[in-house]
T-cell receptor, first 113, second 113 residues
Framework: KAGVTQTPRYLIKTRGQQVTLSCSPISGHRSVSWYQQTPGQGLQFLFEYFSETQRNKGNFPGRFSGRQFSNSRSEMNVSTLELGDSALYLC????????????FGPGTRLTVL | AQSVTQPDIHITVSEGASLELRCNYSYGATPYLFWYVQSPGQGLQLLLKYFSGDTLVQGIKGFEAEFKRSQSSFNLRKPSVHWSDAAEYFCAVPGGSHGNLIFGKGTKLSVKP
């Protein structure tokens, strides 16, 4: 089975712009979670989608949003980019059962100038 | 609230030496515990997980971890480290809501030749 894929792998934007990141989960996985990883804050949960619905959200401003499509692919969007949004954004997919295991993609490295 | 502590930020071991990375958790119920590894610029790869049963869990790449409820610990071990094991290691527990993992700050492993 193919793993979790994320596109693009690298992105450079300037302050004030917006960006959209994409994630394709492992085939058959219906839950997709997004994380932000920075040297200072470590790995932080952004949100989780299941069946095209956001079920859970972390403590991030409304500039961070996402969606999930009927094929379980997910996108996250960051509007009005700030320098502090520079980070590695990781997507993880799971089957959605308890207990469950998340499988991570390679990440998208976003740099905001 | 759930939390994970990895007391060691950086560890250096010689190739061929044994390794133990520490993880302490705070979790209200029977914990589900994970160890992930991240190579530079890459996503997270699952090394092993504990859901229930045998407290000694075997993982990939020759790693194992032992769950000790009395010490709230889930330490990762490897009997003989290889240079390719140099990476950052993360311990994680479920965050109590859908799709949310809480990670420790990570332990960076360096391997001396």
């Amino acid at each position: 089975k193919a793993g979790v894929t994320q596109t693009p792998r690298y992105l450079i934007k300037t302050r004030g712009q917006q960006v959209t990141l994409s994630c394709s989960p492992i085939s058959g996985h219906r839950s997709v979670s997004w994380y932000q990883q920075t040297p200072g804050q470590g790995l932080q949960f952004l949100f989780e989608y299941f069946s095209e619905t956001q079920r859970n959200k972390g403590n991030f401003p409304g500039r961070f949003s996402g969606r999930q499509f009927s094929n379980s692919r997910s996108e996250m969007n960051v509007s009005t980019l700030e320098l502090g949004d520079s980070a590695l954004y990781l997507c993880a997919s799971s089957l959605d059962r308890t207990p469950d295991t998340q499988y991570f993609g390679p990440g998208t490295r976003l740099t905001v100038l | 609230a759930q939390s994970v502590t990895q007391p060691d930020i950086h560890i250096t071991v010689s190739e061929g030496a044994s390794l133990e990375l520490r993880c302490n958790y705070s979790y209200g119920a029977t914990p589900y515990l994970f160890w992930y590894v991240q190579s530079p610029g890459q996503g997270l790869q699952l090394l092993l997980k504990y859901f229930s049963g045998d407290t000694l869990v075997q993982g990939i790449k020759g790693f194992e971890a032992e769950f000790k409820r009395s010490q709230s610990s889930f330490n990762l071990r490897k009997p003989s480290v290889h240079w390719s094991d140099a990476a950052e290691y993360f311990c994680a527990v479920p965050g109590g809501s859908h799709g949310n993992l809480i990670f420790g700050k990570g332990t960076k492993l360096s391997v001396k030749p």
